[in-house]
């Protein structure tokens, strides 16, 4: 439970809001129906209802965008239907509204939110005594507004930031180890529910620690680069290639089947042989590969490719050896 709140951000503003909403509402809803103004009474209740069954469906289905959004409505809707009732000093109950919308949804739908909120307010007027208190009202909920706005952006800008920077290599701009390990795990998942077959190829440099002797770390990164450049233009967009570490690279390909796999490998491996040079001359790699199969984890996968490759490089290098035995390809003509 810990972990999903530190991990998930809307989450814990959703709990958050929840436990506020039972700790702050129920004493004003038993008070109101103890001073017999029912119909507050009531509408403090639905709020409380509703807060709580939002809360719930978020946390069974992580489902924090719909539930986030209709969390938004309500506590917006509230503010206005409390305001209304109660005049001005249900207005003070709409302004960490205001604020929890920007967190609790998309920050152009907070704002639409938050604006249909005024609105509502001005076009019925009764939780207003005075214009200056309406226009007062208005003002400073704009300003509260447009703050969180501001907040709400930048926070969203820094985690988009901070999960490039988690789940992308800097040299290379692709995928890292960890994102690897996360979509190993989906397609294994992805195997056992629907039967999908997936390639995992494990890719390696040879000899690439000659390069960065003889011409530098900054050639080596170079060859790197170019690697990568060429293993994209040569895959579909549906396949996946991700840094494993130093000069390896993993390449997930899914919905493969066994021919396919074998004809796209080879032309990769000419491709690979015909362009990737350094000021050597041309590089080569060695390449392991396993079909995902049933039983399988992520570890056992990947170990089975990572076997293969080892035979790849004990065998002399720039070669395919697969994990298990496939079927010859038959070549027409
Ligand atoms: N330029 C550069 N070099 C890197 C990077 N990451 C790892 N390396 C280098 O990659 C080299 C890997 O060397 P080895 O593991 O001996 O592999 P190899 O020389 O390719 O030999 P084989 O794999 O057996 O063919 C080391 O010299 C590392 O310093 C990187 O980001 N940039």
């Given amino acids: 439970m810990y972990s999903r709140l530190r991990s998930n951000f809307r989450l814990s503003i959703i709990t958050l809001l929840g436990a506020s909403a039972v700790l702050g509402i129920t004493p004003f809803a038993l008070y109101r129906f103890w001073q017999g103004t029912i119909l507050a009474g009531l509408i403090d209740l639905s709020i ?45 109950w ?31 007027g009764a939780a207003f005594s005075s214009h200056e208190q309406m226009w007062s009202f208005v003002t400073t909920a ?32 692709i995928k890292n180890r960890r ?27 040879d000899h690439f620690k000659r390069i960065n002797d003889q011409f530098g770390h900054s050639v080596g990164d170079e060859v790197l680069v170019e690697f990568v450049s060429l293993l994209e233009r040569h895959t579909r967009k549906s396949d996946q290639l991700f840094r494993y570490g130093g000069e390896e690279f993993v390449l997930l390909l899914p919905g493969v089947d066994e021919s396919g796999l074998q004809a796209v490998m080879n032309h990769l491996q000419h491709s690979l042989r015909r362009s990737l040079k350094s000021p050597a001359g041309p590089v080569t790699a060695s390449i392991g590969i396993a079909l995902l ?16 490759l080892y035979q790849a490089k004990a065998a002399g290098r720039d070669r ?14």
């Fill in 179 to 205: 994102s690897m390990d996360r979509e190993l795990t989906a397609a294994v998942a992805s195997h056992r529910r629907n039967g999908l077959s997936y390639a995992l190829t494990l890719l390696d440099l």
């Fill in 293 to 308: 199969r049933q039983g399988d984890d992520a570890a056992s996968w990947l170990a089975r490719a990572d076997e293969a």
């Fill in 94 to 124: 709409l302004y960490p509204s205001l604020i929890t919308s920007f967190f609790l949804t998309v920050a152009p739908v907070a704002v639409l939110i938050n604006l249909a909120a005024v609105m509502a307010l001005i076009i019925h």
């Fill in 48 to 92: 409380l209802v509703s807060i709580c069954g939002a809360v719930v469906y978020a946390w069974r289905t992580s489902d924090t965008y719909r539930s986030g959004f209709f969390l938004a409505i309500v506590a917006c809707g509230g503010g206005v239907a409390v305001a209304t009732v109660q005049g001005e000093v249900g207005l003070f």
């Fill in 142 to 173: 704009i300003v509260v507004s447009c703050c969180a706005y501001v907040f709400a952006l930048r926070n969203e800008n820094q985690r988009a930031r901070l999960e490039q920077l988690a789940t992308l290599d800097p040299l290379t701009g």
């Fill in 320 to 333: 395919i050896i697969y994990a298990e035995a496939l079927a010859p390809v038959t070549v027409a003509g």
